[in-house]
């Protein structure tokens, strides 16, 4: 089990990028990592994975926009997001998984605005 914490939300206009990044506690080297986000309203989804092989999974809204990434040396999960969109406004969350755990980090906000 590790403590996640993210970092990296904010206000950004159209258009602009942000590079969230999520710290464990402890070492990911055999975690799922993934990083969810929930919009009021509206329920958390997946919106990408990387699993310790490095292979990514994303959601078809932020294909070619989005990049997961994680560097196990650093304990650190990331998510590079490009050309974002209103639609991307939502708190983000990242998410580790090894069984039998399942940890959440608090969350950061991100606010795509004009």
């Known amino acids: 089990q590790v403590q996640l914490v993210e970092s990296g939300g904010g206000l950004v206009r159209p258009g602009g990028s942000l590079r969230l990044s999520c710290v464990a506690s402890g070492s990911i080297f055999l975690n799922v990592l993934a990083w969810y986000r929930q919009a009021p309203g509206k329920q958390r989804e997946l919106v990408t994975s990387?699993?310790?092989?490095?292979?990514?999974n994303y959601a078809d809204p932020v294909k070619g926009r989005f990049a997961i990434s994680r560097d196990n040396a650093k304990n650190t999960v990331y998510l590079q997001m490009n050309s974002l969109k209103p639609e991307d406004t939502a708190v983000y969350y990242c998410?580790?998984?090894?069984?039998?755990?399942?940890?959440w980090g608090q969350g950061t906000q991100v606010t795509v605005s004009s």
């Open positions: 990387i699993k310790t092989t490095g292979i990514t």
């Open positions: 998410n580790s998984q090894r069984w039998p755990y399942d940890d």
